[in-house]
């Protein structure tokens, strides 16, 4: 990938046959947001003080409107054949916004 994603568009790009989520990630440090994630009811929740990681700049209030709406995915949400390989079928570009 050439540049770099604007606010609206990001490429969609799943791991190739030989690759797994986790092998396209270890070469990369690992966010902080990782340190407030916790595994309950078979989804990943994050923690209230993870939202800093990502939207430390709002205010405290709209901090805990972003946490209290966030959505928990299933805890092997990557492991399922074609859980979000089939994105890329519909579309190379994801716009948000």
């Not at 966030?70 to 716009?95: I, K």
């Amino acid at each position: 990938m050439t540049g770099s994603p604007d606010s609206s568009t990001f490429p969609l790009w799943p791991p190739d046959a030989d690759e797994t989520s986790q092998s396209q990630q270890e070469p990369y440090p690992v966010t902080d947001v990782f340190q407030y994630v916790e595994l309950a009811d078979g989804r990943l929740w994050m923690k209230p003080e993870g939202v800093t990681c990502f939207a430390g700049d709002l205010p405290e209030q709209e901090q805990k409107l972003v946490w209290a709406t966030h959505y928990a995915p299933a805890a092997d949400l990557f492991s399922r054949n074609g859980a979000w390989r089939g994105l890329e079928v519909e579309a190379e570009l994801v716009h948000c916004g």
